[in-house]
């Protein structure tokens, strides 16, 4: 069965770096594209970041921008998120989910979900 | 980037009932809307995609609609295992792929 289980959380102080890793089991890796998205002690669910299925493009939310960088090894099937210059309010519980595409390439939707690792920015 | 706006941010109901969330954007963005469930502890499942359809596995009381800009999620016949919160995403274009601020489904 399709599997997703997300390491690397604990916690970091201000303006310190930590990566999370997302191990990928049960589908063909390098056919999807992968997601990060987080979510804050008791707040909703906010997109992170994205990477294509062969790992050229990649996109960002505005509020990590130029700070967390997402790659994955297809030979591993894994996905990381490396962020760097971390501040209070990246605490949260990160979640990597799989990207599907209809089959007409029309829609993608998030179908597989890990149950995420937390984060505490802390000093 | 397009901005989700949900409601309500939160509702009580009574085993039975049909419940409604509603989801705005602040820009067109056709079908491409999809719903999650997220129970509490655990992560978010997919409910339903492209607007309407309903991911395999989920019970038919769970559907989707929309009408211009809105975007409609209504439980059917409310269970206590719909206790949960409901969050709308955007996909449409380039990510940000961003979401609504959910709506928590409780039961009176």
């Known amino acids: 069965q399709v599997q997703l289980v997300e390491s690397g959380g604990g916690v970091v102080q201000p303006g310190r770096s930590l990566r999370l890793s997302c191990a990928a089991s049960?589908?063909?890796?390098?056919?999807?594209?992968m997601h990060w998205v987080r979510q804050a002690p008791g707040k909703g669910l906010e997109w992170v970041a994205n990477?294509?299925?062969?790992?050229?493009?990649?996109n960002y939310a505005d509020s990590v921008e130029g700070r967390f960088t997402v790659s994955r090894d297809n030979s591993k099937n894994t996905v990381y998120l490396q962020m760097s210059s971390l501040r209070a309010e990246d605490t949260a519980v990160y979640y990597c989910?799989?990207?599907?595409?209809?089959?007409?390439?029309?829609?993608?939707?998030?179908?597989?979900w890990g149950h995420g690792t937390l984060v505490t920015v802390s000093s | 980037d397009i901005q989700m706006t949900q409601s309500p941010s939160s509702l009580s109901a009574s085993i039975g009932d049909r419940v409604t969330i509603t989801c705005r954007a602040s820009?067109?963005?056709?079908?491409?809307l999809n719903w999650y469930q997220q129970k509490p502890g655990k992560a978010p499942k997919l409910l339903i995609y492209?607007?309407?359809t309903l991911q395999s596995g989920v019970p038919s009381r769970f559907s989707g609609s929309k009408s211009g800009t809105d975007f409609t999620l209504t439980i059917n016949n409310l269970q206590p295992e719909d206790l949960a919160t409901y969050y709308c995403?955007?996909?449409?274009?380039?990510?940000?792929?961003?979401f609504g601020q959910g709506t928590k489904v409780e039961i009176k």
């Open positions: 995403q955007q996909t449409y274009k380039t990510p940000p792929w961003t």
């Open positions: 492209a607007t309407s």
């Open positions: 049960g589908f063909i890796f390098n056919n999807y594209g």
């Open positions: 990477i294509w299925s062969d790992g050229n493009n990649k």
């Open positions: 989910a799989r990207e599907t595409i209809s089959q007409t390439g029309t829609w993608d939707w998030l179908d597989a």
């Open positions: 820009d067109r963005i056709y079908s491409y």
